[in-house]
């Protein structure tokens, strides 16, 4: 097994750029006998946009991924590239006539080939030595080319990864589909890896859809979040959109670990038992739920009459801030809050609690 290396700027090539694709789903729905995989779905990802399929696992987004790359076929719907149908109930180009990248979970690296051989597996268009010569370069590109006779048992997960972005970037695809891409490395590889491809798809500049169930990584990948739930597309914009104005509860959720307290609207605020908060303009007498993010739940020592009186009940350091637990009059449950307090709030520490505005939301509750 070789040792993991960074792939430096400085040591690889760029990437060859690529004419992007705009990739189209229109009411794209997928049954299994009775059970609803996908629900009617619209999406456009425009050329040269990096969107992340974002959920919890079975809500449908590998199957959409597979729809889109023809592995799969949908019940109903239309695939279009370049607004041009690729699948839809008179047509259907098989994956390889759609000029479209592949990047799975497991990689699905041929384990009888090198990785030079396994990157010009999909040049067999080519003269040989002109596809040895593509895939060196692509190898060059994500910094492998000193590992081209290797067998991908003999290298490391993220050099796996790293040649099985090589194979799907090299035949310049207009669009590229990755399923889960960074899921089998450990943390310590996760972001220098996932950082070295999505550079490598910003200098080929093509259309890439990618699948992910972590939304710190959707967050950090993308132009554009699109987030599904039982077969459904929730919400659908950037990270910023999808973190500080969430459409629902599940959303919200999905983003952050919240403090929920339901509440009763009343004259245009929200009343609980930890005070009244801006109801958004939400009709009187609505029973809705208050979240707030921990970062929102403000700590200070003592007491003098701003917020509500709270003990902490634990203190768990967690490096760059501290993860409280916050018993207050009127809620079973303790108040999570994070806070850099250097030290200064132990266990039993009579605390005074208040709530930044910009992290409390409201929904409608539900049932």
Known sequence: MSSQTNMSPARRRRATATFASRLS?????RRYGESVALKSIDLDVEPGEVVSLLGHSGC??????????GVETASEGTVLIDDKPVASDDVFLPPEKRNIGLMFQDYALFPHLTLLKNVMFGLSALNRNVAMDEARAAL?????ERLMNSYPHEVSGGEQQRAALARAIVPRPGILLMDEPFSGLDARLRDSVRDETMAVLRETGATALIVTHDPEEAMRMSDRIVLMRRGAIMQNGSAEELYNTPQSLFAARFFSELNEIDGIVNNDRVL??????????RADGSNVTVA?????????AG????????RIMSRRFLGEVDHFDVAVDGLEAYLLARARTDGILTPGAEVEVQFDPRDVLVFASET
């Open 25 to 29: 789903l229109r009411a794209l729905t």
């Open 60 to 69: 449908g987004k590998t199957t959409l991924l597979r729809i889109a790359a």
């Open 140 to 144: 060059a590109r994500v910094g492998l």
């Open 272 to 281: 609980t038992a930890i005070g009244d908060f801006d109801a958004g303009g």
């Open 292 to 300: 707030i993010r921990p970062q929102g739940v403000l700590l200070s």
């Open 303 to 310: 007491s003098d009459g701003e917020g509500i009186a709270g």
